[in-house]
Nanobody, 120 residues
Framework: QVQLVESGGGLVQPGGSLRLSCAAS????????MGWYRQTPGKQRDLVAT???????NYADSVRDRFTISRDNAKKTVYLQMNNLKPDDTAVYYC??????????????WGQGTQVTVSS
């Protein structure tokens, strides 16, 4: 069984910063791409940022130059540093990972979500 556990969400004022973490645990052979998505009520879940196992990154235009995704492969953890936060960044943030549990068994896993609220 594989689990992704997020932490680091909360309430922050506009212009502030937060750092999200997501740790993978369980029967893991290898972790491929990892990423962060976000969702607000009544809307679809949107991509925020992704990072490959080699460290290549991709960002949504709305967060580029404000958010930074990184990962620690030894700790099986992905991070999202969020700076200059705006009210429009308010959402539930979900961690995502493509994980091989064996050489031939690959699945996509999701965390439970962590709330980020940007408000004065």
């Amino acid at each position: 069984q594989v689990q992704l556990v997020e932490s680091g969400g909360g309430l922050v004022q506009p212009g502030g910063s937060l750092r999200l973490s997501c740790a993978a645990s369980g029967r893991i052979f290898r972790i491929q791409a990892m990423g962060w998505y976000r969702q607000t009520p009544g809307k679809q879940r949107d991509l925020v940022a992704t990072i490959t196992s080699g460290g290549s990154t991709n960002y949504a235009d709305s967060v580029r130059d404000r958010f930074t995704i990184s990962r620690d492969n030894a700790k099986k953890t992905v991070y999202l540093q969020m700076n200059n936060l705006k009210p429009d960044d308010t959402a539930v943030y979900y961690c995502n990972a493509d994980i091989l549990t064996t050489v031939w068994a690959r699945s996509t896993y999701w965390g439970q979500g962590t709330q980020v609220t940007v408000s004065s």
